[in-house]
């Protein structure tokens, strides 16, 4: 089992940042990859980044390239999500999602994470 816990959002006008986190726990085995998803209101969830976690190579949705960056530290058991340049289209529960292995998916394929946190609310007002 993976426990994962997410802070770090909140309200904030457009073009501001913030930087939301993710606490893993519980997982002696480590990860494949490790990202963030993100549900607005009446919306699907979408993928908005993952980081491979051997590599660290981070792959990002269209929407999100250039403005989001995603970072892990290993040995605290921590992802990262920083957010700049925000606008009103970012406001979403945010999600953390950890696969433990390579299923053969497509990253963005919510399907292919085995834990999920309970979210993180980013309000972003215009």
């Known amino acids: 089992q993976v426990q994962l816990m997410e802070s770090g959002g909140g309200s904030v006008q457009a073009g501001g940042s913030l930087r939301l986190s993710c606490a893993a726990s519980?997982?002696?085995?480590?990860?494949?990859?490790m990202a963030w998803f993100r549900q607005g209101a009446g919306k699907e969830r979408e993928g908005v980044a993952v980081?491979?976690?051997?590599?660290?190579?981070?792959v990002y949705a269209d929407s999100v390239k250039g403005r989001f960056t995603i970072s892990q530290d290993s040995p605290q058991n921590k992802l990262f999500l920083q957010m700049n340049s925000l606008a009103p289209e970012d406001t979403a529960m945010y999600y953390c999602?950890?696969?433990?292995?390579?299923?053969?998916?497509?990253?963005?394929?919510?399907?292919?994470?085995?834990?999920w946190g309970q979210g993180t609310q980013v309000t972003v007002s215009s």
């Open positions: 980081i491979y976690t051997s590599s660290g190579n981070a």
């Open positions: 999602a950890a696969a433990l292995y390579d299923d053969g998916g497509h990253w963005w394929d919510d399907n292919e994470y085995h834990f």
């Open positions: 519980g997982n002696s085995y480590g990860t494949f990859a």
